[in-house]
């Protein structure tokens, strides 16, 4: 640890519960997964009564010291003090009887049962042999109401008919349907939530606290970290690299701690002019957008803005040719392009990083390289053999460019963060040399470091002819990437703002207008994630 940088790192910092012993202690925590080193002497306290705010950096540590906590993963060595008791947990059953809670980013959902089932899987309510599914219902719908999501989620609905938000409050609902909770640990639980949950889990978090649960937030979004914690903690490369009080500790001297930089001009980029245009749609119809018409010019950057439910995803998918085109035309460098599958898609030019890159764009029991050269084996194969080393000196350089940390290229992708999962995803696109593409929410879940990384790819594709569309929630984001933004509504879009006039005011008045009665100057309303 680095002295220098740790504010009272061996006394107790005053809270609303004065100077009383952790709840929790981590103690020297090390995590070893082969020749990789995961965590290395890693402190972490928390006290009843407060929020400990966890930052670093995706790969540094976050999710693997909250997999220790919860007894998916031994560590290599440290020790672990709960309630004054030395405790080792040699499985997640245990860490839950012991009073913890941890509640991951990714909620892991089965499909084919409700929310209601879903919640109470392992100790569904039985009377005899017989399973009491009035019970469950009326025991889930009483969960809900208490935490407040009444009207984000029902008990009855399918888990394959769950938005990204409702599965995430599966997850919550879940590891929250009971009170016997010493610990509790989030990590990005707000990744799909919408304002109004994100609020009402806010307030929640609110009455854990003054209940005296001991709260693990872990997050990259520094409004909710400086809303909501305490204290703070920051990882590093797996190790405790700083530690403060929020009261004594502002953005950017935490930003500097995670990621050892200053990513603070993450959005400079050189706006050159715009070339020849390379994607032109006219009048474009789907089951979920309507007349369509727009185009991107080589070298340009061009953002589609809009409340949740607008249809941008709907958009991308069609000019990924992944949904009926119902009237219009898509046109490649002036070519019209018949694009009936995604095959047709990739061969007209186009390539699509998804929003839900897990399930959509990943095949996560693969390993780096194989993600990497899935769309150009083609160009790597001679006499139906895959020329491995040409695929592993092409995976190595789009490795290289575009940062991916890791310990080799064969290493699985879903052992990756999330923000290293996301460049795989365009590493792939870029090896595939597309002439349009499309990252639709390039950021989600993403720490600042490799927003930064994600944010210089943009612009350093942009410089080299690319057309790029860019699909986000966050406006600050839209604003500072885009030479044009495109604001969509009810499927259709409803207006154009240049970037010498985008502001967050401009944008949302166009995404909000036919919706709400506001006058021209509210600038008080936000898009779905943004702060």
Do not use: C
Request: net charge negative.
């Amino acid at each position: 640890m680095n002295s220098t940088q740790h504010r009272d790192a061996e006394q107790p910092e005053q809270n609303s519960h004065g100077d009383a012993s952790p709840v929790l202690q981590m103690r020297g925590i090390t995590k070893s997964f082969g020749p990789i080193r995961a965590l290395s002497g890693v402190d972490l306290d928390v006290r009843a009564g407060e929020v400990l705010a966890v930052m670093g950096e995706n790969g540094a540590g976050k999710s693997t010291i909250l997999k220790i906590l919860s007894g998916e993963h031994a560590p290599s060595s440290g020790s672990i003090n709960l309630e004054g008791e030395d405790r080792t947990f040699s499985s997640p059953f245990e860490a839950k009887a012991a009073g913890i809670r941890v509640i991951y980013q990714e909620p892991e959902i089965l499909d084919d049962v409700s929310v209601a089932e879903n919640v109470f899987i392992g100790s569904i309510p039985r009377h005899a042999r017989f399973v009491s599914r009035h019970e469950v219902i009326a025991e889930t719908q009483a969960v809900i109401d208490r935490l407040g999501f009444s009207s984000a989620i029902s008990p009855t609905t399918l888990g394959s008919n769950l938005s990204p938000a409702q599965r995430q409050l599966v997850e919550i609902l879940r590891a929250l349907k009971d009170d016997s909770v010493a610990v509790i640990a989030f990590d990005e639980p707000t990744s799909s939530l919408s304002e109004h949950e994100v609020e009402a889990l806010f307030a929640f978090i609110a009455r854990l606290r003054a209940s005296g649960t001991a709260v693990i937030y872990v997050s990259h979004r520094m409004k909710e970290i400086a809303e909501i914690a305490d204290r703070v903690a920051v990882l590093r490369d797996g190790q405790s690299v700083f530690a403060s009080l929020m009261s004594d500790t502002d953005e950017s001297e935490m930003v500097r701690n995670m990621v050892g930089r200053d990513v603070f001009g993450a959005f400079d980029r050189d706006h050159t002019e715009a070339g020849e245009v390379v994607l032109e749609v006219k009048e474009l119809t789907t089951a979920d957008v309507s007349n369509i018409s727009f185009h991107v010019r080589a070298g340009e950057v061009v953002a589609f803005s809009g409340l949740v439910g607008a249809g941008r995803t709907e958009l991308a998918k069609a000019l990924a040719g992944d949904a009926e085109i119902l009237s219009g035309t898509i046109s490649i460098a002036g070519e019209v392009k018949k694009l009936r599958s995604p095959i047709d898609a990739v061969r007209a030019g186009i390539g699509l990083a998804p929003e839900e890159r897990k399930t959509e764009a990943l095949v996560m029991t693969r390993s780096i390289k194989e993600n990497i050269s899935l769309v150009v084996l083609n160009s790597l194969t001679r006499a139906r053999f895959v020329r491995r080393g040409l695929e592993s000196g092409l995976v190595a350089d789009y490795m290289k460019r575009l940062r991916v940390r890791a310990g080799s290229m064969d290493q699985e992708v879903k052992t990756l963060s999330g923000g290293n999962q996301q460049k795989v995803v365009v590493a792939r696109w870029l090896a595939r040399k597309p002439k349009v593409l499309i990252l639709d929410e390039p950021t989600r879940g993403v720490d600042v470091g490799a927003k930064a990384d994600i944010y210089r790819i943009i612009g350093e594709l942009a410089a080299e002819g690319i057309a790029v569309v860019v699909i986000s929630n966050e406006l600050i984001e839209v604003i500072g990437l885009a030479d044009r933004i495109l604001v969509m509504r009810g499927g259709e879009i409803v207006g154009e703002v240049a970037r010498a006039d985008a502001t967050e005011q401009n944008v949302l008045t166009l995404a909000i207008s036919d919706s709400l009665d506001l006058p021209t100057n509210s600038g008080n309303v936000a898009l779905e994630g943004t702060s």
